[in-house]
Each structure stands twice: as C-alpha cells, then as structure tokens.
C-alpha cells in the first residue's frame, strides 16, 4: 500500500510528440490536455505547431514547465496563461512571434523563465513589463533581499526597428535589474539603416512626433500643355506615408516621387504631365504616421498662352521640317469639347515640341506649346453649335496644309430632333396597332382605318418636311 503511495505522487511528465516522430502536430486544440490535470511539464518542441487556441491549456492548473520551442506560431493568446497560474518556464524562442501585447505577461506571475529569443519582434512597448505583476512585485519589496525570485528573459536575435517607437523599450532595457535577469543583454538593431547592427547602448532615441507637411510653393501658375511638378516637405518620427489628393480624392494616376533627406525629413514630388484644363484647382499633400496627420494644399492655376507660355528653346528652321508629314486626327468629340491626337516621323522625337494653334474659324487663333514626348490634348469648354479651326505644327513654324482640321461642336437637342422622335414614336405605335389582331381589343374597323390615315399623313409630312431640308442644304453647298 505504501508503494502504492509513493507511486501517485510521482511527477508526471509528458511529452505530446516527440522531435522525429512520423506525425507532427499543427494546432494546440482547445482542452486538448484537460483531462490530465496532474501534468507538470509539456514538452512540444520541434513541431509544426502555427495555431494556439485560447483555452488550449485548459485544466492545467498544476503545469510549471511550457516548451514550445522550434514551432511556426505567430501569435500566442496570452489569456490563456490563466489557466495555468504555477507557470514557471514558458520557452517560444525559434518561433515567428512578431507582437508581444502590452497585458502579454499579466497572467505569468509565477514565471521565472521567459525566452522570446530568434522570434520576429521589431518593437515592444516598455509597458509589457512594467505591467508584469512580477515586476511590480519586486518595485515594492526593493531592497529586501529573498522577497522576488529572479527571473530569466531572453529577447536577444529578433530583428529590432530602433526608432522612436522603441525608444521606451531600450531605456528599459538599459536600465534593467534585480528581479528580471537578460540571457543576453547585448541587443542588436536590425534597422533604421542608420542604427543597423548598433547595440541598444549605443543607440539614443527620440520621442515621436506627427508629421509636419510645408511646401514652399503654394500657388502655381503655368499655361496649359505644360508639366507641373508639385512638392511638399514632411518632417515626422517615424516616417509617415504620404498620398497626394485632388478635389477630395486619392491621386492614383499620376507619378509621385519620395526622396530622404535624411531620417525625419521627406521630399515629396507629385508631377502632372501636359497640364489640361481639368487638372487645375486645390491638391492636398497629406502625411499620416500612428501619432497623427498633417496636410499642406497646393493650387495650381491655368494661364492664356498668349500672354504668359514660355517659347520652346530657339531652333534654326531647318529644311528637313518642312517635308515633315503630321498625321492629325480628332479622337473624340462631345458638344462642348474635344480630344486631338496626332503624330509625326522626325529625327528626335524626345527633342521635338509642337504647337497647337486653336480658336474659331476665320478668329485669331490661341497658340498653345505641348512639350516632347506629349502626342495629345483635350479641350472641355467649348461653345456648342460653333465652328472651330484647330492646327498642329512642329515647333515654331505655321501651319501648313493638312495640318489643319475645321469641325463644328455638337448641339443639345433641339426641337426638331423631338419632332422626329415624336413622329417615329407614333409611326411604330400605329404599326403595333395594326398588327395585333382584332379579337384582342374592343375596337370598331373605322377606328383601325382613322388609326391608318392618321400615320399615312403624318409620314407624308414628315418625308415633305426631309426633303424641304436636304434641299436647302443643297442651296447652301451651291452658294
């Protein structure tokens, strides 16, 4: 019976899955272990363990010893630990932990190992461990040797991001003593580049701060057809992302450049190629880091060519552009507006400008200079119902002919257009009364026949009516 005794309170030890076996775990399943509530230490190293439910140490009231070294977790639910009060060694090192929540080690107050070592950890709030009951345990019973157990941490081998959200962690870290122990007190950091492979004792942070957008220009005016380079300044800690705006929505089709000045300090270059008429009004350069945001407007203003358009740089006229072939089209056309493209076989195309001459036909014209490498321009302001004249030529030399296209502007609707719908309306209205037979409908064989007079005369005036118009435009081709 004695030995029966001793038997019982022999420690038990259990090891899930031992390193090497044929079969490897991928999940801690919830109560998976519950039923064995006299277990001490769990060993299950080396597995492939990616998934730890929040009551997967449930009923483990008696374990003091968790490996979990080697595994694929990402995340541990801290929560759980309160299942498992009398946890002295927690081992996660060799995992890919890559946040440890600032309530991580609340429920850990009997720890006395914790390695976290060869993890993916960039930062960490001090107040994980300020929040640790063991911690503050030892903060009050200061000098009173005996009171705290020591406790053993390893943080060491995880890829540190030394900026200013860091800056709490490494004066901890610096300061650290008596209860809690550093496996390795040397930490590295792994980035900024500027900080890259300096010790945390070597390494002095600031404090961080929101970004501050400037621009030195605010109000810009350029003629159309010309590019447009904006910038702005943005100071922030840490770095911030920057999205340029316009007209309250996200610019996606433009290009936008970011060159470091150094650390805290970003240029931002948001340039708008061949300026249209669209383009103008308020952009926003707007910075946003965790801290807060911050935001500078930029207005960009159109100017008439006629007054204010740089030249292109003086070229000799040569001889060779005048048998220069410009092949000129209108690409699309609404009432108020038009799209023009063309193009042109010259020697250097990336040194080539050209110049649009726009304005109504027989009306002085608006000469408009389009950059190299720039093959199209759109024009939205337009009057309806008016005839324009629009030409294209290389560089400074007029237009010649075939470089020239006269077009007239669309008209809204007008009545005559109604009067047509109307009478194709009635003409098929009546063809689908004729059709449908006569015991569909109560009516009369002289209402059908009134019915049938009535859309004969309408069509009569209607082909009268066509040919009254095609014979004045004829009038009109003679003069």
């Not at 962690?169 to 390795?184: A, C, G, Q």
Request: hydrophobic fraction near 40%; charged fraction near 20%.
């Amino acid at each position: 019976m004695d030995c029966l005794c001793v038997a019982l309170q022999i420690t038990l030890v259990f090891y899930f899955i031992s390193p090497g076996s044929s079969t490897l775990t991928t999940s801690f399943t919830k109560g998976s272990l519950s039923k064995i509530s006299a277990l001490e230490f769990l060993w299950l190293n080396f597995n492939e363990i990616s998934v730890m439910n929040v009551k997967s140490l449930e009923g483990l009231a008696n374990l003091t010893e968790l490996r979990l070294q080697g595994n694929k977790l990402t995340s541990v639910p801290w929560t759980a630990f309160q299942d498992t009060p009398k946890l002295k060694i927690l081992d996660l090192k060799h995992n890919r932990l890559d946040i440890l929540p600032e309530h991580a080690l609340r429920h850990l107050p009997a720890l006395t190992y914790l390695d976290l070592s060869f993890n993916r950890l960039s930062v960490v709030s001090k107040d994980v461990f300020i929040n640790w009951p063991l911690y503050r345990r030892a903060e009050k019973a200061w000098g009173k040797e005996g009171l705290v157990s020591n406790v053993v941490l390893a943080l060491h081998d995880n890829p540190w991001l030394c900026d200013c959200r860091l800056k709490g962690f490494v004066e901890f870290i610096r300061t650290v003593s008596h209860p809690i122990i550093l496996m390795n007190s040397y930490l590295i950091c792994s980035g900024p580049t500027s900080k890259a492979d300096k010790f945390f004792h070597e390494t002095h942070l600031k404090r961080c701060i929101k970004p501050v957008a400037t621009a030195a220009e605010t109000n810009i005016t350029l003629p159309l057809g010309q590019n447009a380079t904006l910038t702005c300044l943005v100071n922030a800690r840490p770095g911030s992302t920057i999205q340029w705006m316009h007209s309250l929505k996200i610019i996606r089709g433009f290009n936008a450049t970011e060159t470091h000045i150094d650390e805290e300090t970003v240029t931002s270059q948001l340039v708008i190629p061949s300026l249209h008429l669209a383009d103008r009004g308020l952009y926003t350069c707007m910075a946003s880091n965790f801290i807060g945001n911050s935001s500078v407007n930029i207005t960009v203003n159109l100017s008439s060519s006629k007054h204010f358009a740089p030249l292109p740089p003086p070229v000799p006229m040569l001889s060779s552009d005048d048998g220069v072939y410009i092949d000129i089209h209108i690409a699309k056309q609404t009432v108020y507006g038009i799209t023009l493209e063309w193009h042109a076989a010259t020697d250097n195309p990336a040194e080539t400008w050209f110049t649009i001459h726009f304005g109504k036909y027989d009306s002085p014209k608006e000469m408009i200079y389009i950059n190299p490498g720039i093959n199209s321009y759109s024009v939205s302001d337009l009057l309806p119902a008016t005839r324009y004249e629009v030409c294209v030529s290389l560089k400074q030399h007029p237009p010649r002919k075939g470089q020239c296209i006269v077009f007239v502007t669309g008209s809204d609707t007008g009545e005559l257009e109604e009067r047509k719908k109307l009478i194709h309306i009635i003409v098929i209205v009546c063809a689908m009364v004729l059709a449908v037979p006569a015991s569909m409908y109560a009516c009369t064989m002289e209402t059908r026949f009134i019915c049938v007079e009535r859309c004969v005369d309408l069509w009569k005036k209607y082909r009268l009516h066509k040919e009254g118009l095609q014979g004045t435009d004829r009038q009109t081709g003679e003069l």
